[in-house]
């Protein structure tokens, strides 16, 4: 028994100790990022990595050795693998040290020049240089934007990557996996290391292009200064230019007749896919047949992505033909613009259009660009669908032929696939030349010019460049109309016709009534009414006219209104009320302006406005009311001035009872007669009515007639009559009494007859009590 404990004890501590130490082998990373291998002088850098070489090929015997102890295939499997990556280490260790060795990468030298005046063969020859240069300044950046991202990315992976494999280092975990997490942190510290050595040079390099850049600009602008063009240069353009002309057209024959033909392949390849597929349907799937048809199916659609991707390739093969045609014909135009400069001309319309031209190829760029990113995803898509069709293809068919046909159809797809990409590659290639090229002659075009014509072609091309970029806005459909639609400059051309057809039809409208009213025997309101019917009309005809002149159908006004109709029932329906009312009023004419009239709320004054929808109404008081039309044709209206301006008005007095009434009617008719407004004639004569016995007076009224268009307020007249009455009466010695009441007492207490008994005997109570009835006070009995 204690044998048996002592040997699982022994046995337990085996384990531990193996785990403990099972790679201990391995060697130990002190850092994330290696120093030695890019800090030091060039002796101390090759040591080391002679050092790091001797450390890798030690890892790759100790992975040798550990696969020939595996038994499993699948374990040798991955430690081949393994041994695959620490190679690798090795062929990066050797790129290391020659990028230590590289020295740093010259200059470029720029061509002599010679004296002037230059042929254009040299300014071709300093065009080519800076398109160079330009393009080897571009790699230089993009390598040291590249460099600076990339330190960044593997610095936070090895700080990351170092901690797991100490971890499974020390913890005794897969060997596996701590070869590959030691494998992934040596070739970072070489890529670091690598980068770490090219960015200063890539720096010095980018410096030195700059320089250069700069430089051979300076000479190009030079040259093209002094530039000699002979008519031998014009003329072998102008023939360089039939030639590609004779050839374009040949070319472009064969494209069309060949992409004619592959229409008609592809119609036939679909019919036969048709067919195919109904035939594999009918068919049982334990039919041997049918695994011919499947091999066909794919065959056919193999042949028509072929012939898609052929086509494809064809219309870059058109671009590419337009494109030397118009290098050809932008050096040929550039050359005449070029003589025409010397001669005093200005090049406007050559800057102008070729301008337009290059932000034209700049997009076709783009979209060349981005076809070409597609056409990669899709060669890749390609090959793995082609791996596993041709798998279940060879499983499926009856012979050496048929696979044979099918192999030769998979090349030939394929092939058409990179004819397109190679094609798409070059027509980028020659568009980014051709508008380099035309950049730089219009920059030296411009250069050669005046500062003030520089400023004014500037001006035109910003405000050309501007308008363009506005059209899409101001052009944009917001809405459409049936087939028409509504866009930003539509809204502004209905709004300036609006404004600018209202403002014409009211100084008609002003004009119009000016005229009426001194040539003819019209009263104002009519005048008002027939003018504003006449100007609401025409405003709806400059509507109509507008919505033609704008391209809207005015037939589909019917669907306009019949939506407005469904409006009109529900929350418009108040507003069409007033509208009609208003046409009413303003054919009818039952009010017109100038009139008085007195509202049912009882609102008196002034018609001053009838407008298609509410009229306004000035009171005696100065207020403006808006009376909604409906109002007034719904509701009562009294009006003072409806078939003439004859208004009787009443002025209401009264007399002490010991006035003669004979000699009250006669001050009263003079009253009337003094008021400079009062008329009278032998249908309106003027009254004077005792209206009868009042309880303190007797009481008359005076009933004179005037005319409405003579006079302002009804307030103003019952005043000039009473101002004068007053005067009448106070001359004549009659009194206006004052309001008296007697007072009845049925019972009274003693003490309050007492009371009254001694206010009664007072001295001066008499006196009182009898100018009592003349004061106003009441007397008690």
């Known amino acids: 028994m204690r044998f048996l404990r002592f040997f699982l004890l022994s046995l337990l501590f085996s384990v531990c100790c193996l785990i403990s130490f099972a790679h201990a082998d391995l060697p130990d990373i002190p850092t994330a990022l290696e120093t030695r291998l890019y800090q030091g002088g060039a002796e101390e850098l090759t040591d080391f990595i002679a050092q790091r070489q001797a450390q890798v090929d030690g890892l790759i015997a100790l992975i040798t050795t550990d696969r020939q102890k595996v038994k499993e295939e699948q374990e040798a499997i991955v430690f081949s693998a393994l041994l695959d990556l620490f190679q690798g280490l090795s062929f990066q260790l050797k790129n290391l040290q020659a990028e230590l060795d590289r020295r740093e990468i010259p200059p470029m030298q720029i061509p002599s020049l010679g004296s002037p005046p230059y042929h254009l063969a040299l300014f071709d020859e300093m065009v080519s240089f800076q398109q160079k240069v330009v393009q080897q300044l571009g790699i230089y950046e993009e390598g040291l934007a590249y460099g600076e991202a990339r330190i960044a990315a593997v610095r936070d992976e090895l700080t990351v990557l170092l901690p797991q494999y100490d971890m499974v280092k020390a913890e005794g975990g897969s060997r596996i996996q701590a070869y590959e997490k030691l494998a992934h942190i040596l070739r970072l510290q070489h890529e670091y290391a690598i980068l770490q050595l090219k960015q200063p040079k890539l720096s010095k390099g980018l410096t030195d292009i700059r320089l250069v850049v700069k430089a051979s600009g300076n000479l190009a602008e030079q040259v093209f200064g002094q530039l000699l063009i002979s008519r031998d240069d014009i003329a072998n353009l102008k023939k360089k230019l039939d030639l590609r002309n004779e050839s374009h057209s040949s070319s472009l024959a064969r494209l069309n007749a060949e992409y004619l033909d592959l229409n008609k392949q592809s119609v036939v390849a679909e019919s036969k896919l048709d067919k195919a597929l109904t035939a594999i349907t009918l068919k049982a799937k334990e039919d041997p047949a049918v695994n011919a048809l499947e091999g066909e199916k794919q065959r056919l659609e193999l042949l028509l992505e072929a012939i898609r991707f052929r086509k494809k390739a064809i219309i870059q093969e058109k671009m590419n033909l337009d494109l030397a045609i118009k290098g050809v014909l932008f050096r040929q135009e550039w050359l005449a613009a070029y003589v025409e400069m010397s001669q005093g001309k200005k090049p406007s319309d050559f800057l102008k259009t070729w301008s337009n031209n290059s932000e034209d190829l700049i997009a076709k760029q783009d979209v060349l660009v981005r076809d070409l990113s597609l056409a990669t995803q899709q060669r890749a898509d390609l090959t793995q669908r082609l791996v596993a069709i041709t798998n279940k293809v060879r499983s499926s068919t009856n012979g050496d032929s ?188 039952p009010i017109q302006v100038g009139d008085y009239v007195e509202l049912q709320e009882g609102t008196t004054g002034e018609v001053k406005k009838i407008s ?33 301006n004859w208004r009787r008005l009443k002025i209401p007095f009264g007399v002490s009872y010991d006035a003669d009434p004979q000699e009250v009617v006669r001050l009263a008719e003079e009253t009337a007669r003094e008021v400079h407004f009062t008329k009278e004639d032998g249908e309106h004569p003027l009254r004077i009515f005792f209206e009868g016995f009042g309880d303190s007076s007797l009481d008359f009224s005076i009933r004179p007639w005037c005319w409405m268009n003579q006079i302002h307020a009804q307030s103003g007249m019952l005043s000039d009559y009473y101002f004068v009455l007053f005067r009448k009466l106070k001359e004549a010695g009659i009194a206006i009494p004052y309001p008296q009441a007697d007072l009845h007492l049925k019972s009274i207490s003693p003490e309050t007859l007492v009371i009254l008994q001694n206010l009664a005997s007072a001295p001066g109570q008499k006196k009182t009590g009898q100018s009592g009835e003349q004061s106003g006070e009441k007397n008690i009995v």
Not at 507 to 516: C, E, G, N, Y
């Open 402 to 589: 048929q696979m044979t046909t099918f192999t030769r159809q998979v090349e030939r797809t394929t092939g058409n696939l990179d004819g397109y990409i190679f094609g798409i590659a070059d027509n980028i290639h020659d568009l980014t030349r051709l508008q380099e090229e035309i950049e730089l002659i219009l920059q030296l075009l411009r250069n050669r010019m005046g500062s003030g014509e520089r400023f004014l072609s500037w001006g035109m091309a910003y405000l050309t460049d501007t308008w363009e970029k506005s059209r899409g806005v101001l052009f944009y459909p917001l809405v459409t109309v049936g087939e028409t639609s509504i866009t930003l400059v539509t809204i502004f051309k209905v709004i300036v016709l609006l404004l600018i057809g209202v403002r014409f039809l009211n100084v008609i409208r002003r004009k119009t009534a000016s005229l009426l009213t001194e040539r003819t025997a019209m009263t104002p309101g009519a005048v008002h009414s027939m003018t504003t019917l006449v100007y609401y009309a025409a405003f709806v005809l400059g509507i109509l006219i507008i919505l033609s002149i704008i391209g809207f159908n005015v037939s589909q006004l019917g669907i306009i209104f019949g939506a407005l109709s469904v409006g009109l029932g529900f929350g418009l329906q108040t507003i069409a009320n007033n509208f009609v009312s208003g046409i009413i009023l303003l054919t009818e004419q």
């Open 612 to 644: 298609i929808r509410a009229t306004i109404v000035r009171t005696f008081d100065g207020e403006d009311v808006i009376v909604p039309n409906s109002e007034l044709v719904t509701n009562r209206v009294n009006t003072w001035s409806y078939e003439d």
